[in-house]
């Protein structure tokens, strides 16, 4: 079992996720947090319209909340890194459309109980992300916010899970038995080049805006 806080040799594995990133000892991690959070977002509102976007008829199409991550991270060729995670993003993908789909209700009765335990603790009031008063003093929620609350959650998560994938990958290609493994070293470097080369644009799209931690 990989000790907490140090750099896997070999990918997490686990589907068809590759990461260098070990799966124990990230809870102060930025990207932790804001794969909860979105995570969250899945739980709490993930069949709530966010917004309107226009397809190619020029029809408004109403966007979900698990619509929106799910298509920005396919985007990026991103997901989250916890498989626990993964499973749950990908059930809500799956039910959306069932009828009668409501995120909350469906995970919280999770006949796993594993899943139902994130859920509930995902769905308590003591996650929630912001409570601020307009000017009359009514309190906005998050559910209110969602069409400004996820994309800034996406782009903080995308751009700190690269950047400690990146990091975690270097670090695997310091491992001696890495190092004096030509094909395997190889097989890093060009993983580096693909974090890269999503890093960049995602970086210019996201401009100088400042991660919030």
Do not use: W
């Not at 979900?64 to 990026?76: A, H, N, Q």
């Not at 395997?184 to 890093?199: G, N, P, S, T």
């Amino acid at each position: 079992e990989q000790p907490a806080g140090q750099p896997a040799s070999t990918p997490v594995p686990t589907d068809n996720y590759l990461s260098y990133i070990p799966l124990e000892g990230n809870e102060q991690k930025l990207f932790y947090k804001k794969e909860q959070l979105l995570l969250q977002m899945i739980v709490r509102y993930g069949e709530k319209v966010m917004c309107y976007l226009e397809d190619e008829n020029g029809e408004e199409q109403p966007l979900t909340v698990i619509e929106c991550i799910s298509s920005s991270l396919k985007e990026d060729e991103l997901q989250f890194h916890y498989p626990l995670d993964r499973r749950i993003l990908k059930e809500a993908e799956n039910h959306l459309h069932d009828e009668g789909f409501v995120s909350e209700r469906y995970f919280l009765t999770h006949p796993d109980p594993e899943i139902s335990k994130q859920a509930a603790e995902l769905a308590s009031d003591r996650y929630q992300l912001s409570k601020y008063h307009s000017k009359g003093q009514a309190i906005i929620t998050d559910e209110e916010r969602l069409y400004e609350l996820v994309p800034r959650l996406l782009i903080d998560f995308k751009l700190s899970i690269v950047e400690e994938e990146m990091k975690h990958t270097l670090q695997a290609l310091a491992n001696p038995d890495i190092y004096n493994n030509p094909e395997k070293c190889q097989e890093i470097m060009q993983h580096y080049k693909e974090l890269q080369k999503i890093q960049i644009p995602m970086a210019q799209k996201a401009g100088d805006r400042v991660i919030l931690r």
